[in-house]
């Protein structure tokens, strides 16, 4: 395999079970060794990771703000800028056992916020995630990376989502089948004999003007400028 994220780029990985996905995450994230070839990463570079699951024990009563400081506590008013990024500033003080699915997605990426990363890694950002809030989430890392200038390597199943919120697809089935922007790898024969012509003739990329965003809870937050808070975005 041979692909590489470059600063203010979102590239998603896609493929069936087995393709490789999770494995080429850990060989980047230095967990894994490769059998040949190499990672070569800027001088400097800071990852930020956010894993596809984390377990919840119900008797643990661990809060967000502990989870979130846990190994390496930061400043009061750097934390409270990361949640309020995410839209997570409500569930603060929440038992970290009883949040939902999309808001512990945003609370993991919070987390690796934190670490002020030029690259964010993101496994399955959507895991568990229901489906009002997906195009949400999706949203949500799109506008990172805009303010934030930073790289973004994600895995998806959603196929959906992924052909409207991301720069660049890449294709695994233990190797790369093909690369490119979205509407690209969608004509591509090695994408359509994976997922299926009636897959590639459905999806569909198209613009959506949104005026505001929501936190974890799901009320709407303020916007003064919705072109300077990049509302005005891909969806599909």
Do not use: W
């Not at 894993?51 to 930061?74: C, E, K, N, W, Y």
Request: aromatic content about 4%; charged content about 20%.
């Amino acid at each position: 395999m041979d692909l590489a994220v470059r600063a203010g780029e979102i590239v998603t990985l896609v493929g069936l079970n087995g393709a490789g996905k999770s494995t080429l995450i850990r060989v980047i994230l230095g967990i894994m060794k490769p059998d040949d070839g190499a990672v070569i990463q800027a001088p400097g570079l800071r990852i930020g990771y956010s894993p596809q699951h984390v377990h919840r024990d119900p008797i643990l009563p661990m809060t967000v703000r502990r989870f979130l400081t846990l190994g390496a506590p930061s400043p009061r008013k750097k934390l409270e800028e990361v949640l309020d990024e995410v839209g997570a500033d409500p569930i603060l003080g929440y038992p970290l056992a009883e949040i939902s699915g999309g808001e512990m997605q945003r609370v993991l990426l919070a987390r690796a916020l934190l670490r002020e990363p030029n690259l964010l890694v993101l496994d399955e950002p959507l895991a568990g995630v229901d489906v009002t809030s997906q195009s949400e989430l999706y949203q949500l890392i799109s506008d990172i990376r805009d303010r934030h200038g930073c790289g973004v390597l994600l895995v998806s199943h959603d196929l959906h989502l992924v052909m409207a919120a991301t720069d660049t697809v890449v294709c695994l089935n233990r190797h790369v089948c093909c690369t490119g922007r979205p509407q690209t790898v969608l004509r591509d024969p090695e994408f359509i004999s994976l997922f299926g012509p009636h897959l590639s003739e459905t999806l569909a990329v198209y613009q959506h003007s949104h005026d505001h965003r929501h936190d974890a809870l799901g009320e709407p937050l303020r916007t003064h400028d919705a072109a300077s808070d990049g509302d005005f975005h891909r969806q599909g």
